[in-house]
């Protein structure tokens, strides 16, 4: 993840004010900022999955190459499927190299032709490490434009995306991929089903107020 020294120049970029006890184990999370909610959870560059209009917000932040983010990905799913009121927020932070953030990009890009999903349980899924000719397999295989998608990887919208994954990534002092938020609070790493029913449940008691 980008280095702790940039922490103060990412909540600068950002215009929200920093969140010194947002993590893992705290008694009680310090309240996260308005500004910062609204960036984190209500970007229009962030693929939605689970229900748009869902009364509380889990936001995964991710990378293709990341072993744990691949094992989480069906636990996600499930959480979905057990939480009709869930709504669940995609950051893509492409920390292991070159071929995390040409997946990322290109991952972003499939909005544009409507098969985001598709592609992604498919990255998620491969054995392989994401890098360009993999991920470009996978992209035809799930029936893709190539010559479009690449066009669309190099958007406006796809680069803002990543670099304000990156910048609240920082400007929150996340530990690594994957990092699951809702509420107050922050997971890092492999968690279980009952980890994420747990976080998601104590989120909205924080919403409830």
């Known amino acids: ?38 960036a984190l959870e209500r970007d229009p560059t962030a693929p939605v999955l689970g229900n748009p209009e869902g009364d509380i917000t889990l936001t995964e932040f991710f990378d293709y190459n990341c072993p744990f983010c691949r094992t989480m990905m069906p636990v996600v799913q499930r959480l979905i499927g057990s939480d009709p009121q869930l709504r669940v927020v995609y950051r893509e ?69 990543i670099g304000t994954s990156l910048e609240l990534a920082d400007h929150m002092g996340l530990a690594g991929t994957p990092t699951f938020i809702a509420g107050d609070e922050a997971l890092f790493g492999e968690q279980s089903l009952a980890d994420l029913q747990g976080l998601v449940a104590r989120g909205r008691a924080v919403l409830a107020g």
């Open 1 to 38: 993840m980008p280095t702790r020294r940039l922490f103060l120049a990412s909540g600068a970029a950002l215009g929200v004010p920093a969140l010194p006890a947002f993590a893992q184990g705290v008694d009680r999370p310090n309240p996260m900022p308005e500004e910062l909610r609204e």
């Open 93 to 161: 932070v492409p920390v292991f190299g070159e071929g995390s953030d040409f997946a990322a990009r290109a991952s972003l890009a499939s909005l544009q032709q409507g098969k985001y999903w598709q592609f992604h349980a498919a990255l998620m899924g491969m054995k392989d490490r994401a890098q360009e000719a993999s991920v470009m397999r996978i992209a035809r295989r799930v029936g893709l434009d190539e010559a479009k998608l690449r066009r669309d990887m190099e958007a406006d919208s796809v680069t803002r995306h």
